[in-house]
């Protein structure tokens, strides 16, 4: 009888072997031949009849538990994958999981070992990860890598599970969503789709995103008129058309600022020339948020949220899309209506952006 209950067993703990190697290689059914098995053999041997059946139950529960933590990590990039991430998102990787962040950041959580395997040295859990580091955790452990940034662009690779945020803004859905309605356009960044939402947005960057949300891209690309500012270094076909156009006057001593970053209330002036409500040398650009609040274009609740936090491009493509729900002076007409009036998008792109993006937002 003695040995007839290990036998039972044995053949019960492969099976659930074959299903947890077919899961996920962390529980392998060469581990549960080789280890787990034999050392529980050899403690029915040493207790005897009497134990072998709570020992043997004892087994086959540690033996499922180990299935199903196995099969929550049956998600498998088998070479170096890029996500880009909004705050709040977590990767969790066992064993294995290797992690390098490109942009924005991130904090690891673990009981164990994870490695910096660039500077070849281990990690507190709680740290904040280098940008361009290579981690890898090790033996034994389970670990937490969790967006703390606005967004963030990594590559991983190994089994791993995702647990995205539901309460937080995903500004990358935006840009995706503008640049399905041709507004927004990566760079020549080689990660997360050249967004950049983690920079600082430039006063060049933010006069193109004026004159798409005008709707006059294309004439701004076939203006032949001379540059007039000195420091353009890229776009100079769209500061010839804003300055012949009256959108743009520089500093007065020719030069435009290209590469000076924007703030939201200088974006925000942008935006409400773009629509109508303000005009360049009439309104008191500072007071732009207030304006954009003050004629439903934001809410309180959204300047507030953006005062208070760093301006970066995922704020440009945030204040973008909500401005094309915004009405017009006119009072019936919405932004996003006028631009499908001037073939800039089409109503049925417009129900597909708005279906990439959910309905939370700052404030």
């Not at 954009?292 to 507030?304: C, S």
């Amino acid at each position: 009888m003695k040995r007839r209950i290990p036998a039972l067993v044995l053949t019960l703990l492969l099976a659930l072997g074959a299903v947890a190697a077919a899961e996920d290689p962390l529980v392998t059914l060469s581990y549960l031949k080789e280890q787990f098995t034999s050392a529980f053999a050899k403690q029915v041997e040493e207790l005897g009849d009497q134990a072998a059946a709570p020992l043997c139950n004892s087994a086959l529960d540690q033996a499922a538990a180990a299935v199903s933590g196995a099969s929550v990590y049956q998600n498998l990039a088998k070479q170096p994958t890029e996500a880009s991430l909004k705050q709040g998102d977590t990767l969790t990787g066992p064993t294995g999981f290797a992690l390098l962040p490109l942009s924005g950041s991130v904090t690891v959580s673990f009981d164990g070992a994870v490695v910096d395997v660039t500077d070849g040295v281990e990690i507190r859990s709680g740290s904040v990860l280098a940008a361009k580091h290579r981690y890898l955790v090790a033996e034994n452990t389970l670990a937490a890598f969790t967006v703390t940034s606005q967004t963030a662009v990594v590559q991983y690779e190994g089994y791993y599970a995702c647990t995205p945020s539901s309460s937080t803004v995903d500004y990358v859905a935006m840009a995706d969503a503008l640049k399905l309605l041709h507004l927004f356009q990566g760079s020549d960044t080689g990660y997360g789709n050249g967004y950049n939402l983690e920079q600082y947005p430039t006063r060049m960057q933010a006069l193109v995103m004026f004159i798409r949300v005008l709707g006059e891209e294309e004439e701004a690309l076939a203006c032949t008129s001379p540059c007039p500012f000195t420091d353009i270094t890229w776009g100079h076909s769209y500061a010839a058309y804003a300055y012949e156009k009256g959108y743009a006057v520089g500093y007065g001593d020719g030069r435009f600022g290209a590469n000076n970053t924007v703030d939201a209330t200088s974006y925000m002036e942008f935006l409400l020339r773009a629509m109508g409500y303000s005009k360049a040398g009439v309104d008191d650009w500072s007071t732009a948020m207030e304006r954009a609040a003050d004629l439903g274009v934001i809410t309180a609740g959204e300047r507030e949220a953006i005062a208070a936090m760093p301006f970066h491009r995922s704020q440009v493509v945030y204040l973008s899309y909500r401005a094309l729900e915004a009405t017009l002076p006119d009072g019936a007409t919405r932004l996003s209506d006028r631009l499908i009036r001037d073939g800039v998008f089409t109503s049925a792109q417009l129900s597909k952006a708005r279906e990439l993006v959910s309905d939370i937002r700052l404030g």
